[in-house]
């Protein structure tokens, strides 16, 4: 068997290259959504201030390939025992990309997420909540307001209100949550049924909070399309804060040291490199805007070149 397995070209091993998401109808909606506007802005000659946010993490250990020379033939230099990665702390901010003004951080926050690991969140997004999100988002909003800066697109991710209904809700407040918001029901619906009807009540008419605060001063929210980070030039920026951050790891590091590193490590942050990270995300939103405009193109020529077919089946049919 094995030697059949090799002689028809399979490999032992892990696949080598990059992992890819099977993208759900409406997350490809979405991804369609965010290229044709955002590729519209760069193509623009004079294109609005553009915000975008976005939230991260750094734990208190740092484990780093290649961290030190070590001699070999020295017997009493052991190995230490790698540490858990410990506490962390969770960071959040904004970047102005302005055709006028000089691209620069707006309202960074760093926080720690409990007193102990036991007490943080296993996923660091459980921080960023509503109750922390809407304060916080005031804060870019007003140094905006400081600034002069209007009609800005702020690329951001969704956050609705705290009050509205999840699948995981119990039957009878599903019901409640329908009748409310005027939905037909009989209440003898299947649980199933009745969040399939708020889940379209909801994506149509309930907006994230932060929607109404920004295009109450006059912005507009741009929100990124799961599955792609790459498009978000922020997560670039926190890749090389981090990166910043581990390599002056050492095992006598202490927690409050990280906090002072991840400070220095944005203050050091040149206007130049968060520049270069916005070209590189334009550069992958041009390529994938790109692709879906060949996409489309080939769409329509299968379905021209059918509808061509079937008329000539027909004419035959005919004669």
């Known amino acids: ?9 399979y490999k032992r091993g892990n696949r080598k290259g990059s992992s890819t998401y099977h993208l759900s109808k409406a997350n490809a909606i979405a ?28 734990h208190h250990h740092y484990k780093s390939h290649h961290l030190a020379l070590y001699d070999p033939s020295n017997t009493m230099d052991l190995p230490s025992k790698e540490k858990h990665k410990g506490r ?34 296993k996923d660091y997004h459980g921080m960023f909540d509503t109750e922390y999100y809407v304060p916080w988002f005031g804060q870019p909003l007003n140094e905006m307001d400081e600034g002069g800066i209007t009609n800005a697109l702020i690329v951001f991710h969704k956050s609705l209100p705290k009050t509205t209904q ?15 918001y005027g939905i037909p ?12 009807l708020l889940a379209t009540y909801i ?18 929210i741009v929100f990124t399309p799961p599955h792609h980070s790459d498009l978000q030039l ?24 990280v906090k002072l590193r991840l400070e220095a490590a944005f203050a050091n942050l040149k206007p130049s490199t968060i520049k ?18 060949q996409v489309d193109a080939l769409e329509s020529e299968s379905s021209s070149a059918a509808s061509g077919n079937s008329s000539d089946d027909g004419s035959n049919s005919d004669d």
């Open 166 to 180: 999840s699948s995981g809700r119990r039957k009878g407040v599903l019901v409640d949550a329908c009748r409310a």
């Open 203 to 220: 994506r149509a008419h309930v907006k994230p909070i932060i929607t109404d605060m920004a295009e109450s001063r006059g912005h507009i």
């Open 88 to 121: 962390r702390y969770c960071f959040v901010a904004a970047i102005l990309d302005s055709p006028t003004l000089e691209i620069k951080f707006m309202a960074i926050n760093i926080f720690t997420d409990g007193n102990s690991t036991a007490k943080q969140p």
């Open 234 to 257: 922020i997560e670039i920026v926190w890749a090389i804060v981090k990166g910043e951050v581990g390599r002056q790891y050492k095992d006598m590091t202490k927690f409050p040291d």
């Open 185 to 196: 029901t009989r209440g003898h619906e299947h649980k199933s049924e009745l969040w399939g």
């Open 31 to 58: 991804r369609d959504v965010y290229v044709r506007k955002m590729q519209a802005l760069v193509d623009a000659p004079d294109g609005p201030h553009v915000v975008y946010t976005d939230e991260s993490y750094i």
């Open 1 to 9: 068997m094995k030697c059949y397995l090799r002689d028809q070209g």
């Open 276 to 293: 270069g990270c916005v070209r590189s995300a334009q550069e992958k939103l041009q390529l994938l805007h790109n692709h879906l405009v």
